[in-house]
């Protein structure tokens, strides 16, 4: 059980496997009609990289093992919902940070499939990413966020997210940038 502030969560951040490969499926083919439909962004980016369709090869290119063109050693996690046994999010952690994603990126990328937004799971699962983070031994946490996107801010804001700056980025959309420092 996960207390998001408000309620408690049963949920968990799992390692993807075959059990779980038609969900996947599901909630990928979710998120991309919802941005066909609503023009959103696909977060994290790590969990639409490669086609879910060869499950094998998306399974083991899921995450980076070693810094590559840019890319940093990063672990994968999906949401579940232990209750109702359905993924409701991903989260995507990276080990370091670059100057880009000290800029940009930051620690951890995350979304919530675009039925199960507004219920409290983005809170949950950053407190979930946040304890992954302690595992990695990373003590002070970067989230970045669209600053019209008020669901994650107050996500991150709920899990002691302190914000240090913004920032217009190349698509001249004003970013917030959150510190977190990890008990």
């Known amino acids: 059980m996960v207390d998001n502030g408000t309620r408690k969560m049963n ?4 390692k993807l496997t075959k059990e779980y490969q038609q969900q996947l499926g599901e909630m990928i083919d979710e998120w991309k009609h919802d941005q066909e439909v609503n023009h959103t962004d696909h977060s994290p980016s790590s969990i639409f990289r490669n086609d879910y369709h060869d ?3 998306y399974l083991s290119h899921l995450e980076y093992k070693v810094e590559t063109q840019g890319r940093v050693p990063d672990s994968v996690f999906f949401c579940l919902d232990i209750d109702r ?9 990276r080990h370091y940070l670059t100057d880009f994603l000290l800029r940009e990126g930051g620690h951890i990328g995350d979304g919530i499939r ?9 809170t949950a699962m950053i407190k979930l990413a946040l304890e992954e983070c302690k595992k990695l031994g990373i ?3 970067l989230l970045v966020c669209d600053k019209d996107n ?4 107050k996500s991150i804001i709920n899990n002691g997210g302190v ?9 001249d959309k004003v970013v917030q940038r959150y510190w ?3 008990k």
């Open 11 to 14: 949920i968990k951040l799992i």
């Open 55 to 57: 499950f094998d090869y």
């Open 85 to 93: 046994n359905r993924l409701v999010g991903a989260v995507n952690i």
């Open 114 to 122: 675009p039925s199960e937004r507004r219920k409290g799971y983005a």
């Open 139 to 141: 003590k002070r946490v």
């Open 150 to 153: 008020i669901g994650s801010a």
């Open 163 to 171: 914000l240090e700056n913004e920032f217009i980025d190349a698509e």
């Open 180 to 182: 977190i420092d990890v």
